[in-house]
């Protein structure tokens, strides 16, 4: 008797990767922070890895305690709290308080050099008001926003569903308050420079402020005002990119030109609010999924080019690129059902 027998055909290395990161969907959110805000934008330089691989993996350590573990506590209280994207947008200004406040300083500081002119222009009672206004954009949208997106794009199953207990919660936590005291020692070592008490209660009230802010406000603030999506795919995408470079043309094209500091960050308010009002009214409740790929395709493929023009003499994040693209192109092929109605 003749017994056909079928070989298995062995999944591909892309489909292993798959594989695993749906068993590990920590270690996802793990590449996606910091990736996208440290790594793909050089604030952290990959080239450190060749140059200075012990300082590499020392702020390797770093930007996963406090960028993953403040993602992944900003996801649970999301989930666990039942609230809406409003509530994830304060949870982010919190984080963002904690990282560029209490941890890096930037928001206090005026010697570290970070934020050029603008640790002296928009300078009001000890904070950079006008710097403080485009580096919290930047954490609520590329460190906290797009990766929990992303995250729930790539690996469906993980959607609504909570990804560690309370023992996950509490390492996060330590993990998030260890790093941003870690960061707070390198900058007094660095700059001698300690934002005093003060500045440090009042930076603490505001991360329990808006921690109140996010569990109070109804689930239904700010949803979609429509059931189905209007906006092109090229428009998503346009929004998504055009986001930055017109905070940066504000900040550094205008306010050199001594326009006051408090007219320009009425003007970056407006950009931002008329950005995600945009978004809201034309996003949709459902079917939206290509819609999220292509407006987060718009910020990661700023955050790429902005990393690219810091190192044309060595551009050594284009291999970063080329696997945000090929990510992109492969989720927009997971989600090419899900095409806008023309409009």
């Known amino acids: 008797m003749n017994v056909s027998t079928s070989t298995p055909i062995p999944p591909s290395s892309a489909g292993r990767w798959v594989e695993f990161f749906r068993s ?56 666990r709290w039942r609230v809406g994207w409003p509530s994830v947008m304060a949870l982010a200004l919190a984080y963002g308080v904690t990282e560029e406040g209490l941890g890096d300083n930037t928001l206090f500081n005026s010697a570290g050099h970070v934020d050029g002119i603008l640790g002296h222009y928009g300078r009001f009672v000890g904070v950079n008001w006008v710097w403080s206004v485009g580096v919290l954009a930047f954490h609520v949208i590329c460190s906290i926003g797009i990766p929990i997106v992303l995250l729930g794009l790539a690996l469906p199953a ?68 429509r059931e189905r999506p209007t906006l092109s795919s090229g428009g998503a995408a346009a929004i998504g990119f055009s986001v930055f470079p017109l905070l940066f043309a504000l900040e550094y094209g205008i306010g050199p030109l001594g326009v006051p500091a408090a007219a320009l960050i009425a003007a970056e308010l407006a950009v931002l609010i008329g950005l995600i009002e945009i978004g809201r009214r034309s996003i949709g409740r459902r079917d939206h999924e290509l819609l999220l790929v292509d407006l987060s395709f718009g910020v990661v493929l700023w955050v790429a080019v902005f990393g690219v023009l810091l190192t044309l003499g060595l551009p050594y994040t284009l291999p970063l690129v080329a696997i945000a693209v090929v990510f992109f192109v492969r989720l927009r092929r997971a989600y090419r059902w899900a095409r806008p109605i023309p409009s």
């Open 24 to 79: 590990h969907p920590i270690v996802c959110l793990a590449i996606l922070t910091p990736g996208i805000p440290e790594y793909l934008s050089t604030s952290s330089p990959i080239l450190n890895l060749v140059v200075n691989p012990g300082w590499f993996f020392l702020g390797l350590a770093i930007n996963v305690a406090q960028y993953t573990g403040g993602a992944l506590l900003v996801r649970e209280a999301w989930i």
């Open 158 to 225: 993980t959607r609504g569903r909570s990804l560690v207990g309370r023992r996950g919660i509490a390492c996060a936590l330590a993990g998030v308050a260890a790093s941003t005291g870690l960061e707070t020692a390198i900058v007094w070592g660095a700059y001698r420079f300690w934002m005093g008490v003060p500045l440090l209660l009042g930076a603490l009230a505001t991360i329990g402020a808006l921690i109140a802010v996010a569990r109070l406000l109804p689930r239904a603030t700010g949803a979609p005002s």
